[in-house]
């Protein structure tokens, strides 16, 4: 419906109070009949729309790019914000139009319809039940440090979940609680001929879900932090902490040069730290120990049976505990 974006900044606004129809009509100055309709069309859509006695409110708090920047002071990331109701995935659109974004713009959207994850795995956001952004950068670097770029998003991520529950990094892009992923990280890059272009950092956080909401197949894997935390979490404020962490470490080492503030945190926080895994390339499994995480952001590695060290950059591999997913 043609009132549809009204009636969402709206109730965004209005969160978490239950507004009276006549309310709503006279503050939008739409007819009783079109609000109406429009909310059908939301609630077809997905919106968690809550209803009662001719009072509406959404029963979840979504995404309100005005309250994220409450407060924030950013030096480079999210001084400039984009965002979408719905789109197929916020890194394909800033790949996409990589040239028309500026240097630490985030993209967010309510809802992510064909989004991935590493190595071509799908990932999806439902509407106020989690998290998708992406963050463009354009920095005069080495590909290499693309790694150290998901590290440093890692730390930012532990800085700001942490405030809402215990968190644990599996290296190089998970976020895990009670031993199940809450949120990932995607690092892409664009090139012409040899010139990186930019570099776009995708985050999805699992912030409402419910265990029946998940696909079956992930159900052992996976939580939320609502599943772990039993509160319904705010994704305004999640993603303000975030922008604010992500800000401070990057403005720091883009200065600098210097990683340790944030892979001091990556290795505080690891779950593979001292521990064996299996590294999977392909067909391949080898068994190795986890030694450290250097400046660069690699991890460490020792397989098993030789005596010299090896670093693995995030590429087409896999890493698994000996006995499990972690």
Not at 98 to 123: C, P, Y
Not at 294 to 300: F, K, R
């Amino acid at each position: 419906m043609i009132y549809s974006s009204q009636l969402i900044s709206y109730f965004k606004s209005h969160f978490p109070y239950k507004i009276p129809l006549h309310k709503i009509v006279s503050d939008l100055e739409i007819n009783k009949t079109d609000v109406l309709d429009s909310i059908d069309a939301l609630i077809e859509q997905g919106y968690p729309m809550y209803t009662s006695e001719d009072h509406y409110q959404f029963s979840l708090p979504l995404i309100h790019v005005e309250a994220i920047k409450k407060g924030l002071n950013p030096s480079i990331i999210g001084k400039s914000i984009l965002f979408k109701d719905q789109l197929p995935s916020t890194n394909g659109l800033a790949l996409e139009n990589l040239a028309s974004f500026s240097h630490g713009e985030v993209i967010l959207t309510d809802f992510q319809t064909s989004g991935k994850g590493r190595m071509g795995r799908s990932w999806q956001a439902s509407l106020g039940k989690s998290i998708a952004m992406s963050i463009i950068l354009k920095p005069t670097i080495d590909n290499r440090h693309a790694v150290l770029l998901t590290q440093l998003t890692a730390a930012a991520l532990a800085k700001a979940l942490g405030s809402l529950t215990d968190v644990l990094i599996k290296w190089p892009n998970d976020m895990i609680v009670n031993n199940k992923k809450v949120a990932g990280i995607l690092t892409e890059s664009q090139f012409n001929g040899n010139v990186l272009e930019g570099i776009v950092i995708g985050t999805g956080i699992n912030t409402n879900l419910v265990l029946d909401e998940m696909d079956k197949k992930i159900q052992s894997k996976a939580t939320s932090l609502f599943q772990e935390t039993d509160h319904i979490i705010d994704p305004n404020l999640l993603i303000q902490s975030f922008i604010y962490w992500f800000d401070d470490f990057y403005t720091n080492w883009e200065q600098t040069r210097d990683s340790s503030p944030f892979i001091a945190i990556c290795k505080e926080k690891s779950i593979l730290l001292n521990r064996e895994i299996i590294v999977r390339q392909g067909e391949s499994s080898r068994l190795a120990q986890v030694v450290d995480i250097n400046p660069l952001g690699e991890l460490i590695i020792q397989y098993k049976g030789e005596e010299a060290l090896e670093s693995l950059q995030s590429l087409d591999f896999s890493i698994r505990g000996k006995d499990a997913y972690i």
